[in-house]
């Protein structure tokens, strides 16, 4: 299990570009296939390369884990035929206003917390796609909460503002022990540069000794030098 420094699409928000499970990655057809393949192995999953509404902001638009994937209404029919090419879980469109379920819900495989502005009826139909408990809540007291933070089925990572009763409620909801951290060498909203899964996690190249150090113990990862290295070639 590793921790990988990365940029995608010349940017280190990797969070914003793409989007992790323990079944799979998704990563934007504009990124060279080179380049997907190595992060699809990195983090010992299926690699999924397709656009969401043909944007490259996957990780800001699409919300998953291993059981299901929230997709915004305008997803085209190629893109949801992509992702079930290699994905047997449940696959939801969201016929709603909102678009940017990355940003609105923080899920593992053990509960997901959403943002508490969105209606009962939504909440459980995210709940069923899921397969998890979901629950309305903050982080920092800012409602857009996927991008806030990371959560696997090993730990979570969160905004360095946290409070004590929104820590309790992640972790009483996602069953795993919550940290916080800043990524990219000081950027509090941890979502947008940091993907992870029970394998290994990927990181904003910006990202310092410091915060990896916190990702590492948080998420159970270590970086990965030598993978680092080799990393540089491929762009």
Known sequence: MAIYLSSLVGSV??????????????????VPLK???RL???????????SIGGSVLVG??????SNGILLPHFVRDEEIDAVKSFFEGNITVMEKKKTAYGNIV???????????????????????????EAV??????LTYVGSLAVATNKG????????D???KLLENVLKVPVDVTTINCGIPYVGTGLISNRHAAVVGSLTTGPEIFIIGNALDVVKDEEANESFQSVR
């Open 13 to 30: 928000s990797i969070g914003v570009y793409s989007l992790a499970t323990d079944k799979m990655v998704i990563i934007p057809k504009l």
């Open 106 to 132: 923080l899920a593992n495989d053990y509960g997901a917390v959403v943002d508490p502005h969105t209606k009962e009826p939504e909440i459980r139909e995210i709940s069923e796609t899921l397969g998890v």
């Open 60 to 65: 800001a638009l699409a919300c998953a884990n």
């Open 136 to 141: 309305p809540g903050e982080i920092a007291g």
């Open 156 to 163: 979570a990572l969160a905004h360095p503002l946290l409070k």
């Open 40 to 50: 699809g192995e990195w983090l010992k999953v299926k690699l999924i390369q397709t």
């Open 165 to 167: 009763t929104e820590r």
């Open 35 to 37: 380049k997907a393949e």
